[in-house]
């Protein structure tokens, strides 16, 4: 089981966020929410259940467009040419149940320049995944290993990961875990929002806590274990 070691030499920001706020019939998801993202790090994106961790995720995703605030991944406004800089794991499949990875990995082949079709065929391997297998033949735990092996597959600057072992079984999160940081690429940045936190939280150098869309902590989590004397899963449970 491998443990991160956090780089304590102050990385540029990958991702800049200002004054984001976003809203869904009336309703405040986000709420001026303010952020740096260095490169080079895991962070964890945590929070109680619609505390607007996914709704960050897709704004950076590119896939919601309407918001006011800036937001900036490389400099760039989530679009078309952030996108082929950016991998995204939904927290649910993203494609048909009727489709195989062999199929999807021909989109991927088109649709991403950084994609490694050898890479991601290894890393089905490790899981003893048929690329050949329909996915309505998978049990949760298998789709969810399928599509961190796209994300894991692309050489991306940001990956950005929504509870990636949501359905993957206890037995098997440290080999899904292990597999991400074998393939992290210190250039590149890891967001993940989880709620699993003591099964992941080895992976983070630092957390973003989302309340109530609003950003209520971003600090590393050697800084928060101290400042709490315990473990972060138990920190969070005082500042949830």
Do not use: W
Request: glycine content about 6%.
């Amino acid at each position: 089981m491998e443990e991160r070691k956090l780089r304590l030499v102050e990385n540029p920001p990958i991702v800049r966020v200002e004054n984001l706020n976003k809203t869904f019939g009336g309703v405040q998801a986000l709420k001026d929410v303010n952020l740096e993202i260095p490169e080079g790090r895991i962070i964890g994106l945590l929070g109680p259940n619609g505390s607007g961790k996914t709704t960050l995720l897709k704004i950076l995703a590119g896939l919601y467009t309407t918001y006011s605030g800036t937001v900036l991944i490389d400099g760039q406004r989530p679009g078309a040419q952030s996108k082929a800089h950016v991998a995204y794991l939904p927290d649910r499949p993203a494609f048909s149940l009727n489709r195989t990875a062999e199929d999807i990995v021909e989109i991927y082949v088109d649709f991403f320049e950084d994609f490694n079709r050898d890479r991601f065929m290894e890393l089905l391997d490790k899981f003893e995944i048929s690329a050949k297998k329909e996915f309505k033949e998978m049990s949760k735990g298998m789709i969810d290993k399928v599509q961190i092996s796209f994300a894991m597959a692309r050489d991306a600057r940001l990956y950005l990961l929504d509870e990636p072992l949501g359905g993957v079984d206890v037995a098997a999160r440290d080999n899904v875990l292990d597999t991400i940081l074998e393939n992290f690429d210190s250039k590149g940045t890891i967001l993940v929002a989880t709620h699993l936190i003591s099964e992941i939280e080895r992976l983070f150098d630092s957390v973003i806590v989302l309340k109530e869309g609003q950003v209520t902590m971003n600090a590393p989590c050697d800084d928060i274990r101290q400042a709490y004397s315990s473990t972060l899963e138990e920190a969070m449970k005082a500042i949830f």
